[in-house]
């Protein structure tokens, strides 16, 4: 067995890695999020490169350290416990919002531009259509690098430039007014827009997919294996920042022509079709195809994995199948259904997977790992848990005393806090216990 890559390879392994992430809430929210936040775009847009760049480097480095995925990470928790907060981030990220969101985001940005009266009939045949063709690329993990490495995400990266030096060369506005919550707590708002990409997450389960796909080119050394796995996610978080920056200021200067637009899929569109006219929104539905499709692929492909490892006996490409068909009803849905049910959601879970890594990461120096990981974890979900509640629309005013609470982001002290007590206050007895002695 080799442990090296060539250069040609680590490049397609990193380009990979950059498309599963690039998908529907990496186009969707930075250009509404760009439009909001207008003159204060630079605050905002870093606050969003937190969550959505710098995270996710940060747990791809985690899943790398682990030798795993989400499992492995959260091994001293009680496996059921291990096991339910698995599932609950693939279930998020899998049929009930993110491979969806990506189906839906191609149709509405990709396709129902194109059509005389778009209605359910051609979401239904759309659905059918992009979730065969993500079944088909699925099917074999040892023909993703060739096929998104090498082909499909070079197009795409070709097409994003094309838009993004258009935009920064001919932007078609000053940037605009801050509006709403962007006005005084641009950072903050720009961090919490960047769950919206559910990338961390994403990372969770991208990460052992990558470490897979290594292994099927005949790297079966750890540290090799760690090596290119950090080196792909590094290719991956620059393309990311590239973009976003790209669509952060996109969404700034386009309050000339989206004023009263509400929704980010509308902001790009309008705004490549005054760039290009009909040409741009051809452009702008291959970028978002490509993008979309590779997502739906690398999510559909990690949750095929992460259940054939739960349960070994199962069959990954029926399981490839029937995610499949789930997905494709539930895209049926609706965007803004999908996107609102979503929410809530990742306020709750976000806190918990931030609170894996950092546990991950600090393994090293946490004696008692069984009593912190379950303490970290348990102040973790009960902090996100009353953020949830409060992004979900109930009355939660008892707990406005807890600080950063009204910004959405209680968790972070109390989880801060825990981590610091994992470490410093939970230490195993230093005295050594006698060896018997051999007859």
Same mark, same amino acid.
């Given at each position: 067995?080799? %442990?090296?890559?060539?250069?040609?390879?680590? /490049?397609?392994?990193?380009f990979?890695?950059?498309?599963?992430?690039?998908?529907?809430g990496? +186009?969707i929210?930075?250009?509404?999020?760009?439009?909001?936040?207008?003159? %204060?775009?630079? #605050?905002?847009? /870093?606050?969003?490169?937190v969550?959505?760049v710098?995270?996710? @480097?940060?747990?791809?480095?985690?899943?790398?350290?682990?030798?795993?995925?989400?499992?492995?990470m959260?091994?001293?928790?009680?496996?059921? !416990?291990?096991?339910?907060?698995a599932l609950?981030?693939?279930?998020? +990220?899998? #049929?009930?919002?993110?491979? #969806?969101?990506?189906?839906?985001?191609?149709?509405? &940005?990709?396709?129902?531009p194109?059509?005389a009266?778009?209605?359910a009939?051609? /979401?239904?045949?759309?659905?059918?259509?992009?979730?065969?063709?993500?079944?088909?690329?699925?099917?074999?993990?040892?023909?993703?690098?060739?096929?998104?490495?090498? $082909?499909?995400t #070079?197009?795409?990266?070709?097409?994003? &430039? +094309?838009?993004s030096?258009?935009?920064?060369?001919?932007? @078609?506005?000053?940037?605009?007014?801050a509006?709403?919550?962007?006005?005084? %707590?641009?950072?903050?708002?720009?961090?919490?827009?960047?769950?919206?990409?559910m990338?961390?997450?994403?990372?969770?389960v991208f990460? +052992?997919?990558?470490?897979?796909?290594?292994?099927?080119?005949?790297v079966?050394?750890?540290?090799?294996?760690?090596?290119?796995?950090?080196?792909?996610?590094?290719?991956? !978080?620059?393309?990311?920042?590239?973009?976003?920056?790209s669509?952060?200021?996109?969404? *700034?200067?386009?309050?000339?022509?989206?004023?009263?637009?509400?929704?980010g899929?509308?902001?790009?569109?309008?705004?490549?079709?005054?760039?290009?006219?009909?040409?741009?929104?051809?452009?702008?539905?291959l970028?978002v195809?490509?993008?979309?499709?590779?997502?739906?692929?690398? =999510?559909?492909?990690?949750?095929?994995?992460?259940?054939?490892?739960?349960?070994?006996?199962?069959?990954?490409?029926r399981?490839?199948?029937?995610n499949?068909? /789930?997905?494709?009803?539930?895209? %049926?849905? *609706?965007?803004?259904?999908? &996107?609102?049910?979503?929410?809530?959601?990742?306020?709750?879970?976000?806190? $918990?997977?931030?609170? =894996? $890594?950092?546990?991950?990461l600090?393994? *090293?120096?946490?004696?008692?790992?069984?009593?912190?990981?379950?303490f970290?974890?348990?102040i973790?979900?009960?902090?996100?848990?009353?953020?949830g509640?409060?992004?979900?629309?109930v009355?939660?005013h008892?707990?406005?005393?807890?600080?950063?609470?009204?910004?959405?982001?209680?968790?972070?002290?109390?989880?801060?806090?825990?981590?610091?007590?994992?470490?410093?206050?939970?230490?195993?007895?230093?005295e050594?216990?006698?060896?018997?002695?051999?007859?």
């Amino acid at each position: 067995m080799k %442990n090296r890559l060539s250069g040609f390879d680590i /490049l397609a392994l990193g380009f990979m890695n950059f498309a599963f992430f690039l998908g529907a809430g990496n +186009i969707i929210f930075p250009p509404l999020a760009g439009a909001m936040a207008g003159e %204060n775009l630079t #605050p905002a847009t /870093l606050g969003f490169l937190v969550t959505a760049v710098g995270l996710p @480097l940060i747990s791809l480095i985690a899943v790398a350290k682990a030798g795993g995925g989400i499992i492995e990470m959260a091994k001293y928790l009680p496996s059921k !416990a291990a096991t339910l907060l698995a599932l609950a981030v693939f279930i998020v +990220i899998g #049929p009930s919002f993110a491979t #969806p969101r990506a189906a839906l985001v191609a149709y509405e &940005i990709g396709i129902s531009p194109f059509l005389a009266t778009p209605d359910a009939t051609s /979401l239904a045949i759309f659905s059918i259509v992009f979730f065969l063709i993500t079944g088909y690329l699925s099917l074999s993990t040892g023909k993703l690098l060739d096929m998104i490495g090498k $082909v499909i995400t #070079p197009l795409l990266i070709i097409l994003l &430039i +094309i838009l993004s030096v258009a935009v920064f060369t001919t932007p @078609l506005a000053e940037l605009g007014s801050a509006t709403q919550e962007y006005i005084h %707590n641009p950072f903050m708002k720009g961090f919490l827009e960047g769950y919206n990409t559910m990338d961390t997450l994403g990372a969770l389960v991208f990460g +052992i997919l990558i470490i897979n796909v290594i292994k099927s080119k005949g790297v079966d050394d750890k540290k090799a294996q760690y090596k290119y796995l950090i080196m792909a996610g590094s290719i991956a !978080a620059f393309g990311l920042a590239f973009v976003y920056l790209s669509l952060f200021y996109l969404g *700034g200067t386009s309050q000339g022509i989206a004023g009263n637009v509400s929704n980010g899929g509308e902001i790009i569109a309008l705004y490549v079709q005054a760039l290009f006219n009909t040409k741009g929104l051809i452009l702008l539905a291959l970028v978002v195809g490509l993008a979309c499709l590779t997502t739906a692929v690398g =999510l559909i492909s990690a949750m095929a994995e992460f259940l054939v490892t739960l349960k070994p006996n199962w069959n990954r490409s029926r399981l490839v199948i029937i995610n499949c068909a /789930l997905c494709a009803l539930v895209t %049926n849905v *609706g965007l803004s259904q999908l &996107i609102s049910l979503s929410v809530p959601v990742l306020f709750i879970i976000y806190p $918990v997977a931030i609170a =894996l $890594v950092a546990l991950t990461l600090l393994s *090293g120096f946490i004696s008692k790992k069984q009593l912190s990981y379950r303490f970290v974890i348990s102040i973790a979900l009960f902090f996100g848990l009353l953020d949830g509640l409060k992004v979900a629309g109930v009355n939660m005013h008892n707990f406005d005393f807890l600080p950063l609470f009204e910004k959405g982001m209680a968790w972070f002290l109390p989880t801060f806090a825990a981590l610091i007590i994992a470490v410093f206050v939970f230490k195993e007895s230093t005295e050594k216990v006698s060896q018997p002695v051999e007859s």
